[in-house]
């Protein structure tokens, strides 16, 4: 299997730590989405995005990475992102991406999120939130997500 991960990580490094995690298990090399051309993502057998949640949302560069994917059949993907707060209830952040990358053609086949450092406004005032993470355990949570990533891509093959 051959596997990519477009990954933006700006604030404290967080996302990127996760993004090395899951690419150590899935033997993929993590880019930036101006590394990659669209034209590339088509060799890889899946493709994963992540970064940062501000304000709700993944970062603005990875979001105009994809709205700019030509609407395409493509591959097997998945979503990540770390974040002060989880990806829970009815406003899940995970799932403008997810719809955005299934109207580009990709087979979203699941989402993974821990809790990062945070000190986006207004948390910077009091130091910020979440201080330590992703930690030890959020970094095991992302290899195991990733072996099942790749067990499930290689039982379908």
């Known amino acids: 299997m051959k596997a990519v991960i477009v990954c933006t ?8 730590r996760i993004a090395d995690a899951m690419g150590q298990v899935l ?9 990659l051309d669209a034209a590339e993502l088509a060799r890889y057998d899946l493709v994963g995005f992540g970064s940062g949640i501000f304000l709700g949302s993944f970062h603005a560069n990875l979001r105009a ?6 609407r395409e059949q493509r591959g097997t993907a998945f979503v990540f992102a770390t974040s002060g707060f989880p990806d829970a209830g009815p406003q899940r952040f995970s799932r403008p991406l ?17 809790r990062g450092f945070d ?21 095991a ?14 039982a379908a093959s």
């Open 141 to 154: 949570a992302a290899r195991s997500f990733a072996e099942g990533l790749r067990a499930r891509i290689a």
């Open 98 to 114: 997810v719809r955005l990358l299934t109207e580009r053609g990709f087979d979203v086949v699941d989402t993974f999120s821990c």
């Open 119 to 139: 000190t986006y406004l207004p948390f910077k005032i009091v130091g910020g939130i979440r201080k330590g993470r992703p930690d030890a355990s959020d970094l």
């Open 65 to 70: 990475y994809v709205e700019a994917l030509p």
């Open 27 to 35: 033997e993929a090399r993590v880019v930036a989405p101006g590394q």
């Open 9 to 16: 990580s700006v604030s404290h490094g967080n996302t990127r």
